[in-house]
């Protein structure tokens, strides 16, 4: 068996024309025999959501490799947690969770276990900011290029996936790049 993985921009850096694209595209990608998907279940929706929902039609799915994060932060979060109502949806305990504190993990853990766990990434990542998004989430100095300072390149928006692909490039695996126009 293969371990797929399949990561990228949130469904906002997309138009609805792009979307249409890479659910397409990602459905060519888990097309293979024998393969299962590992992704990041972002709460940003978008690529990680998309490739689970199209796993789960092909049969490439398995909770096992679906990595999600516990707080939205990049490091990992340290919280107390006083009784059951305050722990978050996404911290699984096997014993006792509420009346002290716990690590949630963060973006970078969860990239970092989709990294170990992929045996090939594809990143697929919008070539451009759809119009109306926000003028204070790009970088000025690029002018109308996108930037994402994770692989320093202007060819794409910014995402969090490059950092996971160059980590598992840094393992000695293969990463796909797919920029979407």
Same mark, same amino acid.
């Given at each position: 068996?293969?371990? =797929?993985?399949?990561?990228?921009?949130?469904?906002?850096?997309?138009?609805?024309? #792009?979307?249409?694209?890479?659910?397409?595209?990602?459905?060519?990608?888990?097309?293979?025999?024998?393969?299962?998907?590992?992704?990041?279940?972002?709460?940003?929706?978008?690529?990680? =959501? /998309?490739?689970?929902?199209?796993?789960?039609?092909?049969?490439?799915?398995?909770?096992?490799?679906?990595?999600?994060? #516990?707080?939205?932060?990049?490091?990992?979060?340290?919280?107390?947690?006083?009784?059951?109502?305050?722990?978050?949806?996404?911290?699984?305990?096997?014993?006792?969770?509420?009346?002290? /504190?716990?690590?949630?993990?963060?973006? #970078?853990?969860?990239?970092?276990?989709?990294?170990?766990?992929?045996?090939?990434?594809?990143? =697929?990542?919008s070539a451009q900011y759809p119009i109306g998004y926000p003028p204070n989430k790009k970088f000025p100095q690029?002018?109308?290029?996108?930037?994402?300072?994770?692989?320093?390149?202007?060819?794409?928006?910014?995402?969090?996936?490059?950092?996971?692909?160059?980590?598992? #490039?840094?393992?000695?695996?293969?990463?796909?790049?797919?920029?979407?126009?």
């Amino acid at each position: 068996m293969k371990v =797929i993985g399949v990561i990228g921009n949130g469904e906002d850096k997309f138009t609805p024309k #792009q979307a249409i694209v890479v659910k397409d595209l990602i459905r060519n990608i888990l097309s293979e025999k024998d393969i299962k998907l590992t992704s990041g279940h972002s709460w940003r929706k978008g690529v990680d =959501i /998309w490739a689970e929902e199209i796993a789960k039609e092909v049969g490439a799915y398995d909770e096992s490799f679906i990595f999600s994060p #516990q707080t939205e932060n990049w490091p990992d979060k340290k919280v107390f947690i006083l009784n059951e109502q305050d722990i978050p949806k996404t911290h699984h305990c096997w014993d006792k969770c509420y009346g002290g /504190w716990h690590w949630l993990d963060g973006y #970078q853990s969860r990239n970092l276990k989709i990294a170990d766990a992929a045996d090939i990434v594809h990143v =697929i990542v919008s070539a451009q900011y759809p119009i109306g998004y926000p003028p204070n989430k790009k970088f000025p100095q690029f002018g109308d290029k996108p930037f994402c300072y994770h692989c320093k390149k202007t060819n794409h928006v910014k995402s969090g996936a490059c950092y996971t692909a160059i980590k598992a #490039q840094k393992l000695g695996k293969m990463a796909i790049w797919h920029i979407i126009e």
